[in-house]
């Protein structure tokens, strides 16, 4: 099983993206879907994270501004992208976790132009 993420793009400041996280197949037991950021040069880093489909951790850096969702239903995860600056610009990256494991995404780019 893969993930897949989608939704990333070019935006200007100020504006808003949502990106999507879909597994290729049948998963169960997902304890804490995660949105991760590489910007280039640097490390990747955790931006927000949901566990138990309730629990939910920002960064200091998006808190107000990204907010993490997810439906345990369709076992899927969206990060909603507010008020983006060029600090935003970044690959990002989901990851499923569960007593399995990590399952990562092959990223999606996010470039926020000034």
């Known amino acids: 099983v893969q993930l897949q993420a989608f939704g990333g793009g070019l935006v200007q400041a100020g504006g808003s993206l949502r990106l999507s996280c879909a597994p290729s197949?049948?998963?169960?037991?997902?304890?804490?879907m995660a949105w991760y950021r590489q910007a280039a040069g640097k490390e990747r880093t955790l931006v927000a994270s949901v566990t138990a489909g309730r629990h939910k951790t920002y960064a200091d850096s998006v808190q107000g501004r990204l907010t993490i969702t997810s439906d345990s239903r369709m076992n899927q995860a969206f990060l909603q992208m507010n008020s983006l600056n060029p600090e935003d610009t970044a690959v990002y990256y989901c990851k499923f976790s569960g007593a399995w494991g990590d399952i990562w995404g092959q990223g999606t780019q996010v470039t926020v132009s000034s």
């Open positions: 197949g049948m998963i169960s037991g997902i304890r804490t």
